[in-house]
């Protein structure tokens, strides 16, 4: 497939925008957040027939300017895969994202895509065996985040997907690339 070439052109491009403009990145942020995994591999595979979606929990920090920035996102799902066959399995990632958007007097809409680590684990109902599998993944979303100097509100939706397979028995992903949606709401912090 061709997921590493664009893999090391996204990772090239994050790394060129840090080293050539480390004065532009003057905001730093910080974004508690909650929200719910949705659509293909996660316990809601159909989001309008789902009344039991999977909560999610994490945090954003990052730095912006006007318009360019990057963020560093850890995230938590339990639950993941829903109960079938599994006593529970969960989803973390941890995801690098470059962040564009225009600020516009206290409204920010916004993009983001980046790569990282989505680590999932699943503890089998079955002689209580527990496994887990790292992959590399990428993510990209979109938001608006309305913040006055210091405090503010942010919601977005983002879009994952697995650049490998996901390696654990009885889960019904099992032989997948992991794929899923997520939409959140969180508070800004800036400093």
Known sequence: MCHRP??????????????TAPRALAGPYLVPFLGFDFGQDSRCPDTSACD??????GVTFGTANVLLGFEEEFAYAKDFFGPESVQSGSVLTLMSNLVIGPRIAFIRPFGVIGVGLMKTHVDLSLNDIATSDNSFGWDAGGGLEISGAHFGIRGDLRYFHGFQNVDLPLVPADGLKLDYGRATAGLVFRF
């Open 6 to 19: 664009v893999a090391r052109s996204l990772v090239l491009a994050v790394l060129f925008f840090l080293a």
């Open 52 to 57: 039991d979606r999977t909560s999610n929990w």
